[in-house]
RNA sequence: UGCUCCGUAGUGUAAUUGGCAACACGUCUGACUCUGGAUCAGAAGAGUUUAGGUUCGAGCCCUAACGGAGCAACCA
């Protein structure tokens, strides 16, 4: 490549999305006085998934390329969905992926004052009213998309006679659901949300922050943006359904305003991954029925449950640069997901040898009781991890996998006459095997060793075509491995109309393996320490485990061009 | 028979704002390797949903059609 090319390519910006144009030219058409503000509003009734993680990316992204900042606000606005124990998690999910809201952690709740004032002040101008009609009338009064709907006849009440019932709707004083408070604006607009919406609704459950302080609580559409507004947000980045509710955001602002601010909602395109689904509800009803072992359960696409798997936050954060926000609905890979996991992993998880499914060898020219250890590179893309000692003896486990007695061509493993290198001590051959007379299963392999081959010796010039990762029998440690794979064996679960979601559970989206065993030096790893295990994939301690039992979680395997091969 | 939004290699995104359609993942070759990984080198793959229009020139602007999504919760 010519210097010229090098350099063109080296200065070509990286391209930006339609959010960041928008908000560049409004910064440079010197709005909002060249501030910029972004929240991250997510409704306290759930644990965050990737697709939050996509909208938190945005939001504080932005704010940090800006020189702005970014809010935490928990839109609780809705009392008998949410509760306090997703606060938390919700806090230490977004800390976790690498952002901080420092000072401004907001709740809609704390607006509820300003709301209440806002809505009457609304009433006074004759821009609400209170509707006594139950739910289903005004439903059928709203019309169609297609067919315009009809007034209520409530809808020319006095603003005295409004404001006293609206006081009383929130003393109490009437039923849930007996009447609201709707904005009068066009019950015949071709936009169904500006329809009269209702803005206000009487709901007697107590409120996990502001108690039973009101009776009445706002909608949405009445709190999200006069929340952006009372917080100075400017920029208000949500996904592309709320496109629709855009005319009453503004709506809305248009009545609050007193000064040249305004915020802006802009919308982009959710997060689609194949074979997961993102539905809190529908996660919820896996959790509740006992499908999964909980919300971090590391098959679930939450933020808890991809850490619990072993997926790094940088890993997550490259993921969602690498898909970029757009306006189209996109359904995106996973296996674009895995991919950002391994690269990240690659680069800092060290080495270790974990044989999953144990057949022992032994080396029957290797002297017994004899042990040597043997100096491993811990990671051969990051120097600075150093070596590690690793024993070896007379008899080792290999993996199943990499032993056939009658194998097919260009099996580049352990077969009686073949020889292998055993990664990091020797290169052995294969003379014979025992096995199991009924069943046929390979109880033992026997090998002989040439003690010419030890790895970094001079007489190791000797070429072999495969290398097998392996753990010395006396010196193994026990381990439980949890094998996962996609939850759904359907590229679209929640997509198809006429089937129930969990029609696609994968059946084998866990499998347990014990008996498996792994090198020494693993004795000490603690919960979430990752590890490569070579040849296999990457993996994680889980939380159960203990120096007792050791239990790691696969997080995702290593692309294995054999499995490949043999399709 | 409404309104709003969206249609670019298999997938996801670009295209200096009207100037030779590019990148990533995936796929396929090959090289190297004490991880059949990684790495490196290379290749195939779209003429931008369709039809018109404006223009010297259109993926980009205009019109229409076709296709997809969203909107009729006292959810967010």
Redesign the pocket.
Known sequence: ?SDAILRDKEESK?????IE?FI??DLKEGKNNGRIHTRF???P?GYLHIGHAKAICLDFGMAQKFGGKCNLRF????P???EVEYIDSIKEDINWLGFDWEDREYY?SDYFGKLYEFAVSLIRKNLAYV?D????????Q?????QPGTESPYRSRSAAENLDLFERMNKGEFD?????LRAKIDMTS????M?D??IY???KSPHHRTGSTWMV????????GQSDYFEGITHSLC????????PLYDWFIDQLKTGDYRPRQI?F?RLNL?YTMMSK?KLLELVQEGRVSGWDDPRMPTLCGLRRRGYTPESIRNFVD????????????V??LE?AV??DL?KRAP?VFGVLNPVKVIITNYPEGKVEEVEL?N???DESQGKRMVPFSREVFIDAD?FMEN?PN????LAPGMEV???????VKCEGVKKDETTGVIEEVYCTYDPD?????KT?EK???????WVSVSHAIEAEVRLYDRLFDHEDPAGQKDDDYRKFLNPESLKILTGCKVEPSLASARPLDKF?????GYFCIDYDSNPDKLVFNRTVG????????NK
Do not use: C
């Open positions: 490549m990286p391209s930006i999305s339609f144009q560049a030219d509003p997510p409704e009734n839109d609780d606005t809705n008998v969905k949410e809609a509707d009609q139950p739910a289903d009338v005004i439903s059928s709203k019309g169609t998309p297609t849930e659901g007996s009447r609201v071709p936009n169904m949300h329809r919406p209702i609704r009487i709901i609580y706002p909608m949405y559409d009445f709190a999200h996904t592309l359904e709320f496109e629709v509710h855009r919308e395109n194949t509800r690498l898909i970029g926000y757009t306006k189209v609905e996109a359904i995106n890979d296996s674009l991919h391994r690269e690659n080495r590179i990671n051969p893309e990499d194998p260009k099996f580049f493993r290198r055993l990664k990091g001590a020797y290169i081959t030890r790895s970094g010796g190791s070429k072999v075509k495969g290398t097998l990762h490569q295990f070579q040849r296999l290593l692309k294995d061009t054999w499995a490949k091969i």
